[in-house]
């Protein structure tokens, strides 16, 4: 009897650790998802993983992870929070300015070792590898001319050039854009919006809108991204948000049938402009380019000389791969001009150089920050003293 009694606790723990057992298969079993679930998830983290695959090509913008995606999409802010221009280039003017400051061994004096660190901080500026070579060579002149012999001689001379650069901006680029209603101009005006995703296309529209309507102009959103399910509602925060009409038809699937019924409605309306979204996420760049292309001819089934605008949307952030993607598009859709966006906080502002050096399109607006007033017009004066 003493004997069992000893064996109780063992007997008990056994019993014990055989329930646990279970139970924990138990509850591995409840959380198993079913066979399709399952299937499903593990198309769209392959198809991810292919999107980023072209992402590093500079193809696509990175896709982010469910969970930020989400958030993403619901934000629509609503304050903006800098407008100072230089203040939103800060961080540009540390990365080109601030390096170039550093490595110079004497203010007032040049070596040629200054010159070799010049040449490797604006190599690594993402200016891309055309501008940093018209950069230097002007640099190289003026110094081999003794026309510079200081720091402050060659951010004058780098800003110089920039500024030459920049003439392809004329200043007026964004005064005519919002010039609507005067010098004749066709009713409605129509402006695609293009880039890759979350570049900033539909708080662009947003602002944009904004900014038409302020001017007492009829204006019309057209929900053309049909591809990203929460596209269109986000679109609807903004049409709202800056007081404007939209075009949202949830039955409508087909981007290019969106643009042409918009373009009808635009002009039955007697709008102003019609701004139209189009999706950043197709599964290959080459489909993207296809359907845009698409939709621009539909538009000009409607409105031949349109659309009057084909603007590219770019996120400063992404650096020298905003030039490939300015290279793609342009290609496919003969853009007229680039919306630079998220200057605030960026690093890489630099790129706006190279996209006026390299494929020689103006930037008509920077965007500096996530609110409905930041939009400012591209002053590349402005822009130059606030990076150097
Ligand atoms: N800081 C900052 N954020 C911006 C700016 N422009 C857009 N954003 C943010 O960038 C994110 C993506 O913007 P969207 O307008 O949704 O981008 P999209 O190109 O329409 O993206 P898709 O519809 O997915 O193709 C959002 O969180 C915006 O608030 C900007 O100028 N500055
Ligand atoms: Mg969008």
Redesign the pocket.
Known sequence: MLGQVQYLPLIFGLITGVILVIGFYKFRKKKELPAKDKKQIDEVAREIIAKNRQADLGLVARELPAHKKEK?EA???LKSERKDLKEALRGTKANLFGRIQNVFTSKDSLTDEDMENLEEILYTSDLGPGTVQRLLESVNDKFEKKEISDFTGVCNALKSEMLHIFQINKESDYEELFNIGNHGKTKPQVWMIV??????????IGKLANTLSKKDLKIMVAAG?TF?AA?GD?LKVWSERANVEIFFPENIKDPSAVAYDACEKAKAQGIDVLII?T???LHTQDNLMEELKKMKRVIQKVIPEGPHETLL?LDSNSGQNALIQADKFHTALDVSGVVL?????SAKGGVAVGLACEYSLPIKMI????GID?LRPFNSQEFVDSIL
């Open positions: 993403q934000k629509v802010p880039g890759v995703n979350g570049a900033g296309k539909t708080t662009t991204d990203r596209a986000q979204d999706a950043g996420r949307v966006t998220k200057l605030d906080g965007g500096v920050g996530e930041d």
